[in-house]
Each structure stands twice: as structure tokens, then as C-alpha cells.
């Protein structure tokens, strides 16, 4: 199931795809290491398609085949071990991403308009919310200040530093 996105409209998505374009002119965009190499180029097509025209569950189906088949994770002893990947790392990964290029776009959307704030809100359904993602419901930020947190310009205020993870379930709105 998607996250619910309250922005997302044709003005919102405008204003994300500015964001995915902004970060390939500064050479920034961010490609998950659980992507092939060789398919980099595929998976930077689909996430605009997604921010485009559709949403995270649409990239989630459209990604899967995209992942590696394996990773080298750490053990507990400290060495090294050769693992599958998880099941949904391809839920994780579109819904990490698609969420975070929506929310710097509500928030450049809100500059734009004047409008100075965004609020934290649960874009997931969850019976059982992490208390530190709980606490942020309802809570207000600049929205200026969480855009450039959200590019990687400044550094994270203990607000927002749970916003743009992965699989925290919150986004933001405008007010």
C-alpha cells in the first residue's frame, strides 16, 4: 500500500520532478547501493516516471528487478557474510525515495507560495507508531529550513532528522 500523499497534485509533482532535476544538475541524485550497477540510469528513469505520473507503490513494482541479488553485511563477531537481500528492500527503497522528493516538494511548493510552515503527518497506517515518530505528529517546521535538510544542505535538526528515512512512515503537509 502507498503512502497517503495529501500534496500530491499535478503542481506538487512539478515541483518534485525541479527537485530530481536540481539534483542531477549538482550530480547528487541518490541511487540505493541494493541497485544494480548497470542499472542505475533504468532506476533514475522510473523514480521520475513515478514522481511524474504515478506514486511509490508503482516504482516498488517497477524496481524489483533492478535490485541485487545479494549484499555482504557485517556479523556480529565483526567479520563479513554474504546475505540475500530482504523482501521488501524494493517497498523500503521506493518509498524512501518517491517520499522524500515529495516532501522537498511540498516544501519548495510552500515558498513559493508564501506559505512559511509544513507540518509532520503519518503517510502510513501503523498499528503500533515507534514513540519517536508518534512525538513528531502535528509538529510544524519552516519550510524552508526542512527543504535544504532534505537536500543535504544543512544539517538535521532533531525534528526532522527522522524525515527522508527510510520506512518512518511520516511526511509532510501543507498549512
Same mark, same amino acid.
Given at each position: &500500500?502507498? @503512502? @497517503?500523499? $495529501?500534496?500530491?497534485?499535478?503542481?506538487? %509533482?512539478?515541483?518534485?520532478?525541479?527537485?530530481?532535476? *536540481?539534483?542531477?544538475?549538482?550530480?547528487? #541524485?541518490?541511487?540505493?547501493?541494493?541497485? /544494480?550497477?548497470?542499472?542505475?540510469?533504468?532506476?533514475?528513469?522510473?523514480?521520475?516516471?513515478? +514522481?511524474?505520473?504515478?506514486?511509490?507503490? *508503482?516504482?516498488?513494482?517497477?524496481?524489483?528487478? @533492478?535490485?541485487?541479488?545479494?549484499?555482504?553485511?557485517?556479523?556480529?563477531? =565483526?567479520?563479513?557474510?554474504?546475505?540475500?537481500?530482504?523482501?521488501?528492500?524494493? /517497498? &523500503?527503497?521506493? $518509498? =524512501?525515495?518517491?517520499?522524500?522528493?515529495?516532501m522537498?516538494a511540498?516544501?519548495?511548493?510552500?515558498?513559493?507560495?508564501?506559505?512559511q510552515v509544513? $507540518?509532520?503527518?503519518?503517510? %502510513?497506517?501503523? +498499528?503500533?507508531?515507534?514513540?519517536?515518530?508518534?512525538?513528531?505528529? =502535528?509538529?510544524?517546521?519552516?519550510?524552508?529550513?526542512?527543504?535544504?535538510d +532534505? %537536500?543535504?544542505?544543512?544539517?538535521?535538526?532533531p525534528?526532522?532528522?527522522? @524525515?527522508?528515512?527510510?520506512?518512518?512512515? +511520516?511526511? #509532510?503537509r501543507?498549512v
Open positions: &500500500m502507498p @503512502l @497517503l500523499y $495529501e500534496n500530491l497534485d499535478p503542481t506538487t %509533482r512539478r515541483f518534485a520532478l525541479a527537485e530530481l532535476d *536540481w539534483d542531477e544538475e549538482q550530480g547528487r #541524485v541518490h541511487i540505493p547501493e541494493r541497485i /544494480r550497477p548497470e542499472a542505475h540510469a533504468e532506476y533514475s528513469a522510473r523514480l521520475r516516471d513515478a +514522481l511524474r505520473y504515478y506514486d511509490d507503490r *508503482w516504482l516498488e513494482d517497477h524496481i524489483e528487478e @533492478l535490485l541485487v541479488e545479494s549484499e555482504t553485511r557485517r556479523t556480529r563477531g =565483526g567479520g563479513q557474510a554474504t546475505a540475500r537481500i530482504p523482501t521488501g528492500a524494493a /517497498r &523500503m527503497i521506493a $518509498e =524512501g525515495d518517491f517520499n522524500r522528493y515529495y522537498r511540498v516544501c519548495a511548493r510552500a515558498v513559493n507560495e508564501g506559505k509544513v $507540518e509532520i503527518y503519518r503517510a %502510513r497506517l501503523s +498499528l503500533e507508531p515507534r514513540t519517536t515518530s508518534s512525538e513528531l505528529e =502535528g509538529t510544524r517546521l519552516q519550510a524552508r529550513e526542512l527543504l535544504e +532534505l %537536500r543535504g544542505l544543512a544539517s538535521q535538526t525534528s526532522s532528522a527522522r @524525515l527522508g528515512k527510510p520506512n518512518s512512515g +511520516l511526511s #509532510v501543507m
